[in-house]
């Protein structure tokens, strides 16, 4: 690893460049991640526990009526919100020509896996939507159809629509966790055994390493990309109104789904650099893996989360500047009165804290720093999905064909079930996630050797300076 001086703002391990020997290794130490067997089995343990809960909440409430699954939807949504956008991350990255983020891309197309998880725990989900249509008497203050994006949609709506675009999503990210680890997997083959030996045989034994694979592929990971950000917007804009809006009678809002869909990508952010953090410090690869990951990535965290503070400030203010009976009480719902103190946690979470560990020049070129500040964002959105997410749930099945919401509920609380049901759903993906850093190498090893050709230091009169050869 080169070893830079302090001079200008070249920090001492801001850039590592690895050496011949390091990129020989980089296959073997790719497929070899150990201290993970602990990590595996408490995830597996929080897991047996979400089932539990899951089965008792099934036994004794039933789909029928979703208010008591509010804390299930938050769990399902917190994962959704954090993994999602992750493997959309590493494709944002690789379109713009970001030379940093090497090292990163493989810790967010793993999240592919979890899209399967997702999946999977939005059936149930799926199955507790109310009618769009009123099934009572028509009263005074009653419609005939409730307020959602699904009026006079034919096929099968919601349950179609939502249900094909929540598996494109895993397909599509699968398919680029896939391609983009073939040329790995293919460079590994000699360093595994058994099972993931037979794997990588089976599914990167065709590959040769020719000009026309490497464009194909390349190609390939772009056109997927491309679909995968055009549909998880939409996605993330189905779970905003769909389990939130429009469970509240009379709520209207373009700026909720925006909310929503931004906290996607920082938390996303947020979660790749701790796990890169654990990498570089706990997993034995701070010759791949530099500080500058950290500081470049760190700006971006902080600007997402000034944009949260911004886009949470427009919404309020539009709601208490119209003061219409409804949305005083929607403010009074989710924000002033019922759930208030888990609002002040997720404004901590989101905004506060992260921006006053960020927006100080050390701690933000800090290896450490990023990674602190995406803890407190994770809580923060835990706390979002909880105020949002149960707060709708419990709004009252009997308002959400009214106009408007006429009672303001109080908080409810989690009983033993549903914190089951949330520790064992964020374990479940927590293990799946390990399983794939099992079974796939952890390091985008082809770019990493393809950054280590492209960039150097070089020095010019009394400073050093970072060298990127620009090959397109």
């Known amino acids: 690893m080169a070893e830079l001086k302090t001079l200008n703002h070249h920090y ?11 990129l020989a290794d980089l296959p073997r130490k790719s497929t070899s991640l150990g201290k993970t067997k602990l990590l595996l089995w408490v995830t597996l343990i929080l897991t047996v526990l979400g089932v539990i809960g899951f089965t008792m909440r099934l036994l004794s409430d039933g789909l029928s009526n979703y208010e008591p699954w509010g804390y299930y939807m938050a769990a399902f949504s917190f ?3 954090v993994t999602a956008p992750a493997p959309l991350v590493a494709v944002a990255f690789r379109l713009i020509r970001s030379h940093w983020r090497r ?3 493989r810790i967010a197309e793993l999240f592919a896996l979890v899209g399967i998880v997702n999946f999977i725990l939005y059936i149930p989900l799926m199955l507790m939507i109310p009618e769009i249509a009123n099934p009572n008497e028509i009263g005074h203050h009653s419609l005939d159809i409730r307020r959602t994006l699904w009026i006079q949609v034919p096929l099968g709506a919601p349950h179609f629509w939502e249900a094909a675009a929540m598996f494109a999503l895993p397909v599509m990210s699968c398919l680029i966790l896939l391609l983009s680890s073939t040329p790995d997997m293919s460079a590994s083959i000699s360093c595994v055994s058994g099972f993931k030996k037979r794997m990588y045989v ?18 390939a990971i772009g056109a997927l990309g491309g679909l995968y950000f055009l549909t998880l917007p939409f996605v993330q804009f189905l779970i905003s109104t ?3 809006m429009s469970l509240i009678a009379g709520w209207k809002d373009s700026i909720f789904p925006a909310i929503y869909t931004l906290m996607g990508f920082q938390t996303s952010l947020a979660i790749i650099l701790i796990i890169l953090y654990l990498f570089r410090k706990k997993a ?3 010759n791949y893996i530099g500080a500058s990951q950290f500081w470049s990535a760190s700006k971006i965290l902080l600007g997402l989360s000034l944009l949260w503070i911004y886009h949470m400030f427009a919404f ?4 208490w500047y119209g003061r219409m009976e409804v949305e005083q009480n929607i403010l009074n719902y989710l924000y002033v009165e019922s759930w208030f103190w888990i609002f002040i946690l997720n404004a901590l979470g989101s905004w506060l804290i992260p921006f006053a560990i960020l927006v100080w020049n050390p701690v933000r070129r800090a290896d450490w720093g990023a990674p602190l500040a995406g803890v407190f964002v994770l809580f923060g959105a835990l706390m979002f999905n909880i105020r949002i997410f149960v707060g709708a749930f419990n709004a009252g099945r009997e308002q959400i064909y009214d106009i408007s919401i006429v009672v303001v509920p109080p908080a409810v609380g989690p009983d033993l079930w549903d ?23 952890v390091m985008n090893i082809w770019e990493i050797k393809e950054g280590a050709m492209y960039q150097k230091m070089g020095r010019l009169f009394r400073g050093n300076y970072l060298v990127l050869a620009k090959p397109e």
Request: proline residues 4%; neutral net charge; contains cysteine.
């Open 284 to 286: 034995g690869f701070e």
């Open 202 to 219: 089976f599914l990167a034994g065709y590959w040769k390493g020719t000009k026309r694979q490497w464009i194909v592929m390349q190609a």
């Open 79 to 81: 994962v959704f919100m």
């Open 12 to 22: 001492k391990d801001m850039w590592v460049f690895p050496n011949a020997d390091d």
């Open 316 to 319: 309020f203010i539009t709601f």
């Open 419 to 441: 914190v089951c049901m949330l520790v064992g759903i964020i374990g479940l993906a927590g293990l799946v996630y390990l399983i794939g850093l099992k079974l796939f190498p």
């Open 242 to 244: 769909d389990f939130g």
């Open 103 to 105: 090292p990163l891309t």
